[in-house]
């Protein structure tokens, strides 16, 4: 006679079965919570509640507020760009040319790719606004490409004395040193 197999364990159970409804307690609920919602219930709430269309003025309105948040947000990545460029140091190493190459060619590639970011939000109703908003945009990349002249003068490299473009100057001398040359 075959065996019949062992009961499941009461966590199965428990989990297979419907919900016990809640006891009503004297505690109320915390503010904020929500009861579940029957299915019943949320398909008559979703009868009820249709969502309409925006309008054109409001797919308008929310196209260049967008279309605000992408032309300042070269201006949200220039504190940490200028973080990274003061932590790098003067020196030329590897990785400080890497920044400031990279420092260089984001701004130029975003204004070289100006209509094509904006193109999304080009619609009869907002191409007079867009005009204001691509000349912050591209203000905006110029900071990031005077963060990079920046970097580039402090590491010594931008030629700015007279000695760097003629070759009969002498580099400058300097008539007084806070260090002395030995411990340079």
């Known amino acids: 006679m075959p065996s019949q197999p062992p009961p499941p364990p009461q966590w199965v159970l428990d989990l297979n079965s419907a919900p016990v409804s809640k006891p009503k307690s004297s505690i109320p609920d915390p503010p904020g919570y929500t ?55 003067n020196t030329l190493q590897i990785f400080s040319i890497f920044m400031v ?19 999304p939000f080009e619609t009869p109703g907002t191409s007079n606004r867009l005009i204001a908003i691509k000349v912050v945009y591209v203000l905006m990349n110029m900071l990031m490409l005077g963060l990079g002249i920046w970097k580039v003068n402090q590491m010594g490299l931008l030629p700015t004395t007279r000695s760097d473009w003629l070759a009969w100057e002498g580099e400058r001398t300097w008539s007084e040193r806070a260090v002395p040359r030995e411990w340079l």
Do not use: H
């Not at 190459?101 to 193109?119: E, H, I, Y």
């Open 35 to 89: 009861a579940t919602v029957s299915s019943k219930q949320k398909s008559q709430s979703s009868k009820n509640a249709v969502r309409k269309a925006p309008t054109l003025e409001e797919m308008d309105t929310l196209k260049v507020k967008k279309a605000w948040e992408l032309a300042i947000a070269p201006a949200k990545q220039l504190p940490m760009n200028a973080i990274g460029m003061y932590m790098t140091g």
């Open 101 to 119: 190459f990279t420092l260089f060619k984001t701004p130029v590639m975003a204004v070289l790719s100006l209509q094509r970011v904006f193109a």
